[in-house]
Nanobody, 128 residues
Framework: QVQLVESGGGLVQAGNSLRLSCAASGRTYNSFSMGWFRQAPGKEREFVAG???????????DHADSVKGRFTISVDNHKNILYLQMNSLKPEDTAVYYCAATPRYNAYVRRSGGYDYWGQGTQVTVSS
């Protein structure tokens, strides 16, 4: 079992930055895949960024085209925390952001069905 707790959301003006955190607890695994997804009102959940690593090596890092160059996913393996650094935020980035994880090697980080565990979500609101 893996528990995920997101934090760091809030209300910011366009152009500013936020950093989301996702703390993972439970069993430790040699291979792990984690990702960030978001869901805006009236829209489907969409992929934001994902990362897969195994044996201390990162094998997959991917970002959605809509956030490339502005958002960066990273992980602190010692603390079991996943981050999403969000810069140059836009009003269209407004959504509930979810952290997801699966305790296995996952090459297709963009696919939401590949994750077994989800956090409760954190609201990000960007005002114009």
């Amino acid at each position: 079992q893996v528990q995920l707790v997101e934090s760091g959301g809030g209300l910011v003006q366009a152009g500013n930055s936020l950093r989301l955190s996702c703390a993972a607890s439970g069993r430790t695994y040699n291979s792990f895949s984690m990702g960030w997804f978001r869901q805006a009102p009236g829209k489907e959940r969409e992929f934001v960024a994902g990362k897969t690593w195994s044996g201390g090596h990162t094998y997959v890092t991917d970002h959605a085209d809509s956030v490339k160059g502005r958002f960066t996913i990273s992980v602190d393996n010692h603390k079991n925390i996943l981050y999403l650094q969000m810069n140059s935020l836009k009003p269209e980035d407004t959504a509930v952001y979810y952290c997801a994880a699966t305790p296995r090697y996952n090459a297709y980080v963009r696919r939401s069905g590949g994750y077994d565990y989800w956090g409760q979500g954190t609201q990000v609101t960007v005002s114009s």
